[in-house]
């Protein structure tokens, strides 16, 4: 059982490309989410599922995309990355009323 | 007014000593709270989970929530340093849960 996994842990993109974040959970999980987390800040939410075809933004949601075609994978796409998505992003599941499990984080450096 | 909100900290508690740690949230309607603990470099990891009014306890965590003060707190009793993290308050409103920006914990040998 391995929970959520987030890949990559690490990347560095140059301004204007794109890439796309990949989040796995494997615990039948209908509830998905995408956070951000800036040094000493938060963690602030860009996009939420609710289950496969559904999505709907969060509070910081400019600059990505977002879909969800199964129950398990909620990918998150940069499209021209900017320093101002320089961050670690975490992914995480849930079954609503019990709190998220979290992946491990990739960390996005955008030079 | 922010949905959840806790003091930043650093929070210094002499290994051995309570960790009290508070949060206030301002949406009436939530039902369900939670304490995450985030070791630095790493991802939050739920600890405590409150649903109703009263205490909480899990080994040495204690989780108290007051709706009609919207208040949440944690206590950690016989502090560890292996306890110094940030710990992050979060409160449900509709489909999603709501963070504080968290609370630096430092235990003190």
């Known amino acids: 059982n391995a929970g959520v996994t987030q890949t990559p842990k690490f990347r560095i993109l140059k301004i204007g490309q794109s890439m796309t974040l990949q989040c796995t959970q494997d615990m039948n999980h209908n509830y998905m989410y995408w956070y951000r987390q800036d040094p000493g800040m938060g963690l602030k939410l860009i996009y939420y599922s609710v289950g496969a075809g559904i999505t709907d933004k969060g509070e910081v949601p400019n600059g990505y995309n977002v879909s969800r075609s199964t129950t398990e994978d909620f990918p998150l796409r940069l499209e021209l990355a900017a320093p101002s998505q320089t961050s670690v992003y975490f992914c995480?599941?849930?079954?609503?009323?019990?709190?998220?499990?979290f992946g491990s984080g990739t960390r996005l450096t955008v030079v | 007014q922010k949905e959840v909100e806790q003091n930043s900290g650093p929070l210094s508690v002499p290994e051995g000593a309570i960790a009290s740690l508070n949060c206030t949230y301002s949406d009436r309607g939530s039902q369900s709270f939670f304490w995450y603990r985030q070791y630095s470099g790493k991802s939050p990891e739920l600890i405590m989970s409150?649903?109703?009014?009263g205490d909480k306890e899990d080994g040495r965590f204690t989780a108290q929530l007051n709706k009609a003060s919207q208040y949440v707190s944690l206590l950690i009793r016989d502090s560890q340093p292996s306890d110094s993290a940030t710990y992050l308050c979060?409160?449900?409103?509709?489909?999603?849960?709501?963070f504080g920006k968290g609370t630096r914990l430092h235990i003190l040998p």
């Open positions: 979060a409160v449900n409103r509709d489909d999603k849960i709501i």
């Open positions: 995480a599941s849930s079954n609503r009323e019990y709190g998220y499990t």
């Open positions: 409150i649903y109703s009014n």
